[in-house]
């Protein structure tokens, strides 16, 4: 390809990735995050996790697992959480000594 036709290439390319950058992180409004969650119901430190155990299985035993059961087991991860916080609440209140005031 032509040298010139690069360096167009690349200067276009750098004044739109600058350009969105810029555009990112100059921004007025603030991002609005409401309440809390715990570690484990969060999908961006789940996702890794399954990630790094689907990588570990493929070095160790040549188990391959795809994307999508990769994706299936966040799923599965995360409403198994919900399932174990519910039932710890319902534990909870059971053999809770004092009462809710």
């Given at each position: 390809?032509?040298?010139?036709?690069?360096?167009?290439?690349?200067?276009?390319?750098?004044?739109?990735?600058?350009?969105?950058?810029?555009?990112?992180?100059?921004?007025?409004?603030?991002?609005?995050?409401?309440?809390?969650?715990?570690?484990?119901?969060?999908?961006?430190?789940?996702?890794?996790?399954?990630?790094?155990?689907?990588?570990?299985?493929?070095?160790?035993?040549?188990?391959?697992?795809?994307?999508?059961?990769?994706?299936?087991?966040?799923?599965?991860?995360?409403?198994?959480?919900?399932?174990?916080?519910?039932?710890?609440?319902?534990?909870?209140?059971?053999t809770a000594s004092k009462r809710i005031?």
């Amino acid at each position: 390809m032509n040298p010139l036709v690069l360096m167009g290439m690349r200067w276009a390319a750098k004044a739109i990735g600058t350009g969105l950058v810029h555009k990112w992180f100059s921004s007025k409004r603030e991002r609005v995050m409401n309440g809390t969650k715990a570690w484990w119901q969060s999908k961006g430190v789940l996702g890794p996790i399954v990630s790094t155990l689907a990588f570990g299985l493929k070095l160790a035993f040549g188990v391959d697992v795809t994307d999508a059961e990769q994706a299936a087991l966040v799923d599965g991860l995360l409403n198994l959480a919900v399932f174990g916080g519910a039932l710890m609440g319902v534990w909870g209140r059971i053999t809770a000594s004092k009462r809710i005031g």
